[in-house]
Nanobody
């Protein structure tokens, strides 16, 4: 069974940066899957932030275009989300999952953008 573990969240001031990591363990075929980062803000539905295909092409949600970068290292079974120019509205729990997502969600990592 594949497990996805998110890390790298924290408290950051507006305009700051964070890098999130998502590592797959277990019997993983990580390298062939399209993967995505999702987030859920308080009182809101979970939403897709960005996704990346196995070969590298990416897509971004409009609110994060130009500020976030998704990339992956298949040799390490790890996906990343570089978040720059963070805004308070980016505050959320961030999750990784396949894209389209499965029903198996990890614990996520909390990102809080506040002064």
């Amino acid at each position: 069974q594949v497990q996805l573990v998110e890390s790298g969240g924290g408290l950051v001031q507006p305009g700051g940066s964070l890098r999130l990591s998502c590592t797959a363990s277990g019997r993983s075929m990580f390298s062939i899957y399209t993967m995505g980062w999702y987030r859920q803000a308080p009182g809101k539905q979970r939403e897709l932030v960005a996704n990346i295909y196995s070969g590298g092409p990416t897509n971004y949600a409009n609110p994060v275009k130009g500020r976030f970068t998704i990339y992956r290292d298949n040799a390490k079974n790890t996906m990343y989300l570089q978040m720059d120019s963070l805004k308070p509205e980016d505050t959320a729990v961030y999750y990784c999952n396949r894209y389209p997502h499965t029903s198996m969600w990890g614990q996520g990592t909390q990102v809080t953008v506040a002064s």
